[in-house]
């Protein structure tokens, strides 16, 4: 494994429910991420995140949760590091500060944040079934928007290099 600095730190953001055609692209988009050697950061816990840990544990890569309570227990199987914040939601500035791109997979509000998190500190955000943005009544392309998992794993990357 390369130096912590010579790593490429893709987060992965999305709800805590699914359905199961969003979790098979995040678990594909996790398992290219680990077939990329990059590392995969996210809110520790279910539906969007633990479906790309899922994916990316299968690859061999690496999985890092940064949690929003108090224990490591409320991490999803797939976590190979935990980080206890205590944070809640506040985390989530944790997770975006860290990630040098963002593959965002549908999600809700929380998810929303992540992204302005994203875009207002110049984190690239590659979008595969999320959000779209529109100022002044025209699509805002802040959102690299992709559709499969293969192109939001490449693209994340490109914008990363």
């Known amino acids: 494994m390369p130096p912590a600095g010579d790593q490429k730190y893709v987060a992965v953001i999305g709800g805590s429910d699914c359905t199961s055609e ?3 692209l995040a678990e594909e988009v996790g398992r290219e991420l680990a077939r990329q050697g ?3 950061i996210c809110g520790g816990l ?3 995140m633990e ?3 899922k994916g990316a544990s299968a690859g061999g890569g690496l999985t890092i949760g940064v949690l929003p309570g108090a224990s490591r227990k409320q991490a999803n199987p797939y976590i190979q590091i935990p980080i206890v914040t205590g944070l809640g939601e506040a985390r989530n500035i944790i997770i975006i500060k860290t990630a040098q791109a963002v593959i ?3 999600g809700g509000f929380g998810t929303l944040s992540e ?3 994203a875009l207002r500190s110049g984190v690239p955000v590659v979008g595969l079934k999320t959000w779209s943005l529109y100022r002044n009544d025209r699509l805002d392309s802040s959102i690299v928007v992709v559709d499969t998992a293969r192109d939001a ?3 994340a990357l490109d914008l990363i290099s």
């Open 46 to 48: 279910g539906g969007i």
């Open 115 to 117: 992204i302005g998190f």
């Open 51 to 53: 479906a790309a840990c």
């Open 22 to 24: 969003e979790a098979r």
């Open 153 to 155: 794993v490449s693209v």
């Open 104 to 106: 965002a997979i549908n």
């Open 38 to 40: 990059a590392v995969l």
